[in-house]
Nanobody, 126 residues
Framework: QVQLVESGGGLVQAGGSLRLSCAAS????????MGWFRQVPGKEREFVAA????????YYADSVKGRFTISRDNAKDTVYLQMNSLKPEDTAVYYC???????????????????WGQGTQVTVSS
C-alpha cells in the first residue's frame, strides 16, 4: 500500500501560479504511475495530468496543456504539479493518485488508480 498527502493548495489570483506536492509513503514510490485529478462540487472527478514510473512519459488534459507541468522526484517520494497562468475555471479540489497496475503507464481514468490522497483546495479568483 501507499499513503498520499497533498499540499500546496490555496487562493491565487487569475494569471498566478501554484505548485502542488504529493508526498508518498509506504511501498516503493517508483513502482507507481502517478496522476493528478480535480473535482468541483456536483461534477465528476476529472483527469489533469499523469506521469510514468520513471518520469519519462507525461500526459495532460487539453484544458491544462501548456500551463501545467507534472514531475516527480523518486528520491524524495514526491510528485508535483506546477500550475501557471491559472484561470478561475481551474478552481477545484486537486487529488493525487497512484497506480500499482503495471499495465498502466500514464493513466487518464480514475479506475486506473488504486490509491488517492485527501485532496487540496485550489481557488483562483478573477
Amino acid at each position: 500500500q501507499v499513503q498520499l498527502v497533498e499540499s500546496g493548495g490555496g487562493l491565487v489570483q487569475a494569471g498566478g501560479s501554484l505548485r502542488l506536492s504529493c508526498a508518498a509513503s509506504g511501498r516503493t514510490f517508483s513502482s507507481y504511475a502517478m496522476g493528478w485529478f480535480r473535482q468541483v462540487p456536483g461534477k465528476e472527478r476529472e483527469f489533469v495530468a499523469a506521469i510514468s514510473r520513471s518520469g519519462g512519459n507525461t500526459y495532460y488534459a487539453d484544458s491544462v496543456k501548456g500551463r501545467f507541468t507534472i514531475s516527480r522526484d523518486n528520491a524524495k517520494d514526491t510528485v508535483y504539479l506546477q500550475m501557471n497562468s491559472l484561470k478561475p475555471e481551474d478552481t477545484a479540489v486537486y487529488y493525487c493518485a497512484a497506480s500499482g497496475d503495471r499495465s498502466v503507464r500514464v493513466g487518464v481514468r480514475t479506475r486506473d488508480y488504486d490509491y488517492w490522497g485527501q485532496g487540496t483546495q485550489v481557488t483562483v479568483s478573477s
